[in-house]
Antibody, heavy 123, light 107 residues
Framework: EVQLVESGGGFVQPGGSLRLSCGVS????????MSWVRQAPGKGLEWVAK????????YYVDSVKGRFTISRDNAKNALYLQMNSLRVEDTAVYYC????????????????WGQGTTVTVSS | DIQMTQSPSSLSASVGDRVTFTCRAS??????LAWYQQKPRKAPKRLIY???SLQSGVPSRFSGSGSGTEFTLTISSLQPEDFATYYC?????????FGGGTKVEIK
């Protein structure tokens, strides 16, 4: 069974840092691009970042560029999101997701999601 | 950035109803669109990919159509478990962007 399990969320003051982790099982992690998506309380979904299998390409939404860093450890089957200079508006549930590509390289969005981890930024 | 606009933002419907909602892109995205269902306090679940392809395991009452800038998701006969919020996602270009969602409520 394919599983993604996020951890590392918590309460942090503005300007602080947190590192989220996503552990995966049930598929060959190193074969997949991976993403982070967040959802602020009572709001919609916002894509945050995406990383290629070998970490050679990374993409971010503008609002987190320079503050968040996506990374991965294929030996540990783990995805990470290092979040620095946190702001109140970063408060959200953070989901990791597996990116779905065809064997021809066409991207079809996120097909599997974790259950999410909650980040609260408040003074 | 490509803006995705969903309409309506919410709708009330009864079990057995046929419901359709729309997602519009601010520029053409081909068929690079997915639809997700999200229930309260749960992770999203993909229903449709490539605008009209049904995700494995998803009931056939769900269907998607469209290309370019206008897309629709249709539920042919609404079931009790379908009351949820539905989001579209464009994955044609970065940043990936979601629509604001359509909440389907019980009438």
């Amino acid at each position: 069974e394919v599983q993604l399990v996020e951890s590392g969320g918590g309460f942090v003051q503005p300007g602080g840092s947190l590192r989220l982790s996503c552990g995966v099982s049930g598929f060959t992690f190193s074969d997949y691009w991976m993403s982070w998506v967040r959802q602020a309380p009572g709001k919609g979904l916002e894509w945050v970042a995406k990383i290629k299998q070998d970490a050679g390409e990374k993409y971010y939404v503008d609002s987190v560029k320079g503050r968040f860093t996506i990374s991965r450890d294929n030996a540990k089957n783990a995805l990470y999101l290092q979040m620095n200079s946190l702001r109140v508006e970063d408060t959200a549930v953070y989901y990791c997701g597996r990116d779905d590509y065809s064997k021809w390289g066409h991207y079809y969005g996120i097909d599997v999601w974790g259950q999410g981890t909650t980040v609260t930024v408040s003074s | 950035d490509i803006q995705m606009t969903q309409s309506p933002s919410s709708l009330s419907a009864s079990v057995g109803d046929r419901v359709t909602f729309t997602c519009r892109a601010s520029q053409g995205i081909g068929n690079d669109l997915a639809w997700y269902q999200q229930k309260p306090r749960k992770a999203p679940k993909r229903l449709i990919y490539a605008a009209s392809s049904l995700q494995s395991g998803v009931p056939s009452r769900f269907s998607g159509s469209g290309s370019g800038t206008e897309f629709t998701l249709t539920i042919s006969s609404l079931q009790p478990e379908d009351f949820a919020t539905y989001y579209c996602l464009q994955h044609n270009s970065y940043p990936l962007t979601f629509g604001g969602g359509t909440k389907v409520e019980i009438k």
